[in-house]
């Protein structure tokens, strides 16, 4: 006798109306879900208080325009570059957190702004500021 198959069962599950579900769902929970506009959060938010001001303090090195590299200004007083660094130290001892501000004019060689910031690096100051102009 001839046995004969059966049908075998439909393991496919239709995942057409899936999405659809779905963003049917999310639509009714949007449209039904209410929020409260007039309470926020509540939250207990802490003091601020007043920083302490740091002591800064800024010694200004310039180099003007047409400097030949053996002159700087430091702060307003004209000195020779191989006494820069023993000023620095000197000022360094005097104050405490100590920055440089350089600011040179845009003509001068690199290699004069690179021979100022080794001698501020020797004057044991690590703690040094380009001065640049911004365009508008």
């Known amino acids: ?11 496919h599950i239709p995942d057409s109306a899936m999405s659809d579900i779905a963003f049917l769902l ?3 929970f ?3 879900t209410v929020f409260n506009k007039d309470q926020g959060l509540d939250l207990s938010l802490p003091q601020a ?32 570059i191989e006494a820069l660094s023993a000023n620095i130290m000197v000022e360094g001892s005097k104050r405490a957190n100590l920055y440089v ?7 001068i060689p690199y290699e004069i702004i690179k021979s100022v910031l080794n001698s501020i690096q020797e004057g044991y100051v690590n703690k040094v500021a380009l001065a640049v102009d911004y365009k508008k």
């Open 1 to 11: 006798m001839k046995l004969s198959k059966g049908l075998k069962a439909n393991t």
């Open 26 to 28: 999310i639509i009714f």
């Open 30 to 32: 949007m449209i039904t």
């Open 49 to 80: 208080t007043k920083p302490d001001t740091l002591e800064q303090t800024v010694l200004h090195v310039t180099l003007p325009k047409g400097n030949d590299g053996t002159t700087v200004r430091l702060e307003g007083k004209d000195i020779y």
């Open 101 to 107: 501000v350089l600011k040179a004019d845009e003509s």
